[in-house]
């Protein structure tokens, strides 16, 4: 989805790709990699809220715990020199991301792939945890549908369903037991899928 961002030292907003399952600091890496800002000196925020990285529970920090979809607005602080000396200072002191407290891996990266319907000639790139369930693509699609300028196509009346490969897709299950790789594509179909009895 494009987001907008709005920055004090730049003259003019600018649009950026963001994934809905994109964590705080995957955006801050983005960040980086654009308009070269260093990513320890951002702090965001939209509607009022400020974007907080959350490193140890991986159900936190992801762009839709704070509402982002399609034109949102995002709003980028550059923190001054003695502001960011300071961080840096206490950051390096703080033990790294790969070796948690508690042992347990860090989450890992987001999964990449295309999303296209046939509700309506459109592709969507979209970011996603192999181990979430494919209902969560459903939920990132209908606000996407929503959220105006056009939107993702989709039937009105939710009826839809997903293929990956040449196999419906169960929406209890997650994107690692379909086999989806990074640029993988998923093609959303109107309709609704039906199962005979089991003999």
């Given amino acids: 989805m494009d987001v907008t961002f709005v920055c004090s030292s730049e003259e003019a907003p600018f649009k950026m790709e963001v994934g809905f399952f994109d964590t705080v600091r995957d955006i801050k890496q983005k960040l980086q990699g654009r308009k070269g800002w260093l990513a320890t000196a951002m ?11 959350d490193v140890d529970d991986e159900s936190h920090g992801f762009t839709g715990r704070y509402g982002l979809v399609e034109g949102s607005v995002v709003h980028v602080a550059l923190d001054d020199d003695d502001t960011l000396r300071a961080r840096r200072l206490k950051e390096s002191r703080m033990p790294s991301v790969k070796t948690r407290r508690d042992g347990v891996a860090p989450p890992a ?5 295309t999303v296209v319907s046939r509700c309506g000639a459109r592709r969507l790139e979209v970011a996603v945890r192999a181990s979430g369930t494919v209902s969560a693509l459903r939920v990132y699609l209908e606000r996407a549908s929503s959220s105006g300028s056009g939107g993702f196509p989709l039937p009105r009346d939710g009826g839809y369903f997903f293929i990956h490969g040449q196999s419906v897709m169960d929406e209890a299950r997650s994107f690692e037991w379909h086999g ?20």
């Fill in 43 to 53: 702090s965001l925020s939209h509607d009022g809220h400020a974007l907080v990285d």
């Fill in 180 to 199: 989806v790789a990074a640029g993988d594509e998923v093609v959303v179909f109107p309709g609704s899928v039906t199962r005979g009895p089991a003999h």
């Fill in 109 to 113: 990266p987001p999964l990449r792939l």
